[in-house]
Nanobody, 125 residues
Framework: QEQLVESGGGLVQAGGSLRLSCTAS????????MGWFRQAPGKEREFVAS????????DYTDSVKGRFIISRDNGKNMVYLQMNSLKPEDTAVYYC??????????????????WGQGTQVTVSS
């Protein structure tokens, strides 16, 4: 079973930045889309960002566009989420997901094969 491990979460003041990292320990991400999701207390898990296999295509949820950047380094088997201008409403557990599979109708992947354990991001006001 594929395993994903996130790191980089923490406590930051509003307006600050964090960079999350995700490594896949048992499969090579090179051929696959990958994604980031988040779940705030009392809310459902929501899509944050996705990236295709070579980084040429990215998708973001509207609330993070212009602030978050998803990237990948296939040589290091890593996916990143750079989060800038953080807001208290960004507070959540952030999950890495992959491999991601596209439906073929456009947009981000609609299915993911595995999920990490999550890393907590807390933004204070």
């Amino acid at each position: 079973q594929e395993q994903l491990v996130e790191s980089g979460g923490g406590l930051v003041q509003a307006g600050g930045s964090l960079r999350l990292s995700c490594t896949a320990s048992t499969f090579n991400i090179e051929s696959y889309a990958m994604g980031w999701f988040r779940q705030a207390p009392g809310k459902e898990r929501e899509f944050v960002a996705s990236i295709n296999w070579n980084g040429a295509t990215t998708d973001y949820t509207d609330s993070v566009k212009g602030r978050f950047i998803i990237s990948r380094d296939n040589g290091k088997n890593m996916v990143y989420l750079q989060m800038n201008s953080l807001k208290p409403e960004d507070t959540a557990v952030y999950y890495c997901a992959g491999p991601g599979y596209y439906s073929g109708t456009g947009g981000p992947p609609t299915e993911y094969g595995n999920w990490g354990q999550g890393t907590q991001v807390t933004v204070s006001s």
